[in-house]
T-cell receptor
């Protein structure tokens, strides 16, 4: 157990809808990253937040957005859902803004878009 | 860009030793990490190589050769609970932050 929690566990939406996923970082961690993991593939980096600012983004369109709150919890918002957005969404935290290869992942939210 | 290739599936028997390879094409990275992910679970950090050579952590060892663009994870004394997916990953020198680029993943099946 990493101490990183995510909600909800599972979610079903229809195409065109919007979704918000939530993540609580491990205590003392001020950096959170979000990843998308399609079935049978490795996680793909979406973006990262450090002290409430986005400081890194992967190849995802602007309809993927996020927030980080003063308590370092985070949200991932996806607008205009598409079928290909069906995936496991993982958040990961680590203790500092400095680069580190050790990410502490939450259990993920399984999103299904119909 | 970064590209990390792994065998899709490896099968071994309990008690055996298995090696999971990772070959990469990358413009530069800090080190090579390995993560384990059980079905429906979170990826968990296993091992990290910043420098070339072998790192040993209990039953798990990891190796990196930058000159060969190659690394591997070695699992000894396999147990049924080791059945999971294993991912290599790098943190690129450019792009900032803690972005990890993951490999294609290897599903390990441990049989009796």
């Amino acid at each position: 157990e990493t101490g990183v929690t995510q909600s909800p566990t599972h979610l079903i939406k229809t195409r065109g809808q919007q979704v918000t996923l939530r993540c609580s970082s491990q205590s003392g961690h001020n950096t959170v990253s979000w990843y998308q993991q399609a079935l049978g593939q490795g996680p793909q980096f979406i973006f990262q937040y450090y002290r409430e600012e986005e400081n890194g983004r992967g190849n995802f369109p602007p309809r993927f957005s996020g927030l980080q709150f003063p308590n370092y919890s985070s949200e991932l918002n996806v607008n205009a859902l598409e079928l290909d957005d069906s995936a496991l969404y993982l958040c990961a935290s680590n203790p500092g803004g400095q680069g580190t290869d050790t990410q502490y992942f939450g259990p993920g939210t399984r999103l299904t878009v119909l | 860009g970064q590209s990390l290739e792994q065998p899709s599936e490896v099968t071994a028997v309990e008690g055996a030793i298995v090696q999971i390879n990772c070959t990469y094409q990358t413009s530069g990275f800090y080190g090579l990490s390995w993560y384990q992910q059980h079905d429906g679970g979170a990826p968990t950090f296993l091992s990290y190589n910043a420098l070339d050579g072998l790192e040993e952590t209990g039953r798990f060892s990891s190796f990196l050769s930058r000159s060969d663009s190659y690394g591997y994870l070695l699992l000894q004394e396999l147990q049924m609970k080791d059945s999971a997916s294993y991912f290599c990953a790098v943190r690129p020198l450019t792009g900032g932050g803690n972005k990890l680029t993951f490999g294609t993943g290897t599903q390990l099946k441990v049989e009796l």
